[in-house]
């Protein structure tokens, strides 16, 4: 755990493990994840004693949150891992409009490479997106303010809104949202605003069929409504990476799916992306 603490890299962890300790890869492997779960533990301790959250709280006691402007349904909530389930999130305007802005800009998703944990091209996500900076304009400014008080979760610790379109055939395949601790790539953005606590997707438009977010761990799909959102929180209740969360967005077999995505992390975030 020390070496780990002191930013050793996985790969010189496993090194050290298989080459000089004697242990089996899987062994190995398996060691460097507890450990990283340990750290991610201890850093949640000491905010607990602080008084601090650790991931974004909603209340979910009644059917119903007010905001500013308006009443937001909840439609179904799920334990483990914690999801929820919105409508009235956006108007129709509001998600006509970030459909526009975003198409003045858009252009190839990209995923974080696990090794370099730089921005890059691949097959697993097929669809075409845009960044906007945090309260780059009015409408993101007032969308990023509501979300804040749904989620109890300041602005500054969130990235940038993204919106994203899928056409037929595109999606995005399993995957986590979450940092992975254990790969190099990931202390690039672990450094600029910790880990990735909660995701919080918006629908901007309605899908005559498939484009749903899939939980396959809990057996779960969510169907894209236009104004409507789903909330999942990317950490467990201590602080760890919920492997539970595993999630796709799945092909769109008829129609064009627009989502806008915002990413909380778990302290303020240099980067506005």
Request: hydrophobic share 35%.
């Amino acid at each position: 755990m020390i070496n780990a603490a002191r930013g050793c890299s996985r790969g010189n962890l496993l090194s050290d493990l298989t080459q000089k300790g004697g242990f089996a890869l899987e062994v190995a492997e398996q060691a460097i994840e507890d450990v990283w779960d340990d750290i991610a533990r201890c850093t949640t301790i000491s905010k607990i004693i602080k008084g601090e959250s650790i991931r974004p709280v909603i209340d979910i006691t009644s059917n119903s949150l007010k905001v500013d402007d308006r009443c937001i349904s909840i439609l179904m909530t799920c334990e483990k891992p914690h999801i929820v389930f919105f409508d009235n999130v956006l108007s129709e305007t509001e998600c006509d409009e970030l459909i526009a802005l975003a198409e003045e800009r858009i252009q190839r998703s990209q995923v974080v490479d696990a090794s370099s944990g730089d921005s890059a091209l691949h097959g697993a996500r097929t669809s075409h997106g845009a960044f906007f900076k945090r309260q780059e304009s009015e409408i993101i400014t007032t969308i990023e303010k509501r979300l804040t008080q749904i989620t109890h979760w300041p602005i500054e610790y969130g990235e940038g809104l993204q919106v994203m379109r899928y056409q037929i055939g595109e999606e995005y395949k399993t995957h986590y949202d979450w940092f992975d601790p254990s790969k190099t790539g990931s202390s690039k953005h672990l450094s600029q605003g910790g880990q990735r606590v909660g995701t919080f997707i918006m629908y901007l438009s309605n899908v005559d069929q498939g484009g749903g977010t899939r939980f396959p761990h809990v057996g779960l799909e969510v169907r894209p409504k236009k104004g409507a959102a789903v909330f999942f929180a990317n950490v467990t209740g201590n602080g760890v990476p919920d492997r539970q969360t595993w999630h796709a967005g799945a092909p769109v077999i008829s129609g064009v799916k627009y989502i806008a995505t915002k990413w909380m992390r778990e302290s303020t975030n240099q980067s506005s992306r």
